[in-house]
């Protein structure tokens, strides 16, 4: 039964307050992911969501599609709030330090096991070229450049599959989500999110015109569209996934900015589902079925079960979950886990991944989080003048709309912090899209 509440609602009154189930969303975004990806690493086997909708998407990518839409609605009022650099340092709170100790675990502790189960020595795997060290460096900064370590994890159904070493694959898409926030940080530099928000409904106009320019020229209907090139000249960014991806942050960050005029009701959302559902068997997922999927999310965000919005609220796991999924799948793939079967195998991920996701989120995330209301402190060399009362002239308290009250929860970082502010490696040119989760295989471009 979902949950009691008014029929209608405008987003702005029905995100008036803390209670909604982003964070429950967000795992499920997750887990879905992590069940995209196992027959694919655990078996070498296509993910069948593809099939189902003619190539046009697949659970994974259904999974990261909600992920940007969320980040889109949430990440936009961020903007509108805080000052751009607070809002960078924010971010770069939100996303790095997760990221770091992901490639060190990952580097130091799973390729050494994986090391000593497939050649019984670690001998040769830290001087190699492309060894640990150099999977930390080449990839600190966001942008996956390397993706495998010293030619390990060749023996796994997926790297039997597709002849690549493949520690990560879900990294990916952090960039694309970086370059979403450098966005809403530009809009917000000159005002936009403010002033003319008109200017992101023209960004979000533009992607759907690029979605139906890509659906005219698909060369079946249904049938997936859209070519991969690099941006730029950049091999490590791909035009595909940064225009579809940035696209479906802009419907979130639309939906945001006009949150006092967009109606959540019932009978839409209704549609938006059927909409969801025709347009991946008959064609126009991206054109048609995007936008309803937005809407879909937001709806879901606050007519879920009451105990879903229990979920995450305190604790977000979500990113931890997506970042190790992949590591986890890959080496319990290796030791011959999915000889138990596809759920027991999908389950023990599971459980394993959630274990790094709690230990990432308490130990690294949430910590890191607390830092949000840091700033460089400079030396006060005036004198003190003690304050006879806290009357009027006081002016210590924050100021309106910086967190006051009515505002919704954004993350679980924002209650560590006491604040309420708020796969696979790039395709080769030319080839013709598939999934974005399809991971670093031979259609999407070698590591």
């Avoid at 979902?2 to 609602?9: C, E, L, S, Y």
């Avoid at 409904?201 to 992607?207: E, F, P, V």
């Avoid at 230990?359 to 003048?385: F, N, Q």
Wanted: with cysteine.
């Amino acid at each position: 039964m979902v949950a009691g509440i008014r029929a209608r609602q405008t987003l702005a009154a029905a995100f008036a307050s803390a209670d909604n189930s982003f964070g429950f969303l967000r795992l499920m975004f997750a887990f879905a992911v992590l069940v995209s990806h196992s027959l694919p690493l655990g078996f070498g086997a296509d993910d069948p969501g593809a099939g189902l909708t003619n190539g046009q998407t697949a659970l994974g990518e259904i999974g990261i599609l909600g992920f940007f839409v969320i980040s889109g609605f949430l990440i936009t009022r961020s903007g509108t709030r805080v000052p751009v650099l607070r809002y960078l340092w924010h971010r770069g709170l939100r996303i790095l330090p997760g990221l770091w100790v992901c490639l060190v675990v990952t580097a130091f502790v799973f390729a050494p096991i994986v090391s000593l189960w497939e050649r019984g020595t670690l001998r040769g795997l830290f001087a190699a070229s492309d060894g640990p060290f150099q999977y930390v460096f080449s990839n600190a900064f966001i942008a996956i450049r390397q993706y495998g370590i010293s030619g390990l994890l060749l023996d796994t159904p997926y790297g039997q599959r597709t002849g690549t070493s493949v520690f990560d694959g879900s990294l990916w898409s952090l960039i694309y989500e970086v370059l979403c926030y450098l966005l809403v940080a530009g809009l917000a530099a000159v005002g936009a999110l403010r002033r003319a928000r008109w200017l992101v409904t023209i960004l979000a106009l533009a992607g759907a015109g690029v979605m139906l320019h890509d659906l005219l020229r698909a060369p079946e209907i249904p049938g997936p569209q859209g070519v991969h090139g690099p941006v730029f000249g950049v091999s490590g960014l791909d035009s595909y996934s940064l225009v579809y991806l940035t696209y479906v942050f802009l419907l979130g960050a639309v939906c945001q900015l006009y949150r006092e005029r967009i109606v959540l009701h019932d009978g839409l959302a209704v549609v938006a589902a059927a909409v969801v559902l025709a347009t991946t068997q008959f064609g126009a997922f991206a054109v048609l079925g995007y936008p309803a999927f937005a809407y879909l999310v937001l709806w879901l965000a606050v007519r879920l079960p009451r105990w879903t919005r229990r979920v995450g609220r305190r604790h977000d796991y979500s990113y931890g979950c997506y970042i190790y999924a992949f590591p986890v799948q890959q080496l319990l793939a290796l030791v011959g886990v999915p000889r138990l079967g596809l759920v027991p195998y999908v389950a023990i991920c599971t459980v394993a991944t959630v274990a790094l996701a709690v230990g990432s989120w308490h130990v690294v995330e949430r910590p890191a989080m607390a830092l949000k209301a840091w700033s460089p402190r400079r030396r006060d060399t005036t004198t003190e003048v003690p304050r006879t009362s806290a009357g009027a002239g006081d002016r210590g308290g924050p100021r309106s709309g910086r967190g006051g009250g009515g505002d919704y929860r954004t993350t679980a970082g924002d209650q560590a912090s006491r604040m309420n502010n708020s796969a696979t490696p790039p395709p080769s040119a030319r080839t013709t899209q598939r999934s974005l989760v399809d991971g670093p295989s031979p259609l999407r471009g070698r590591p």
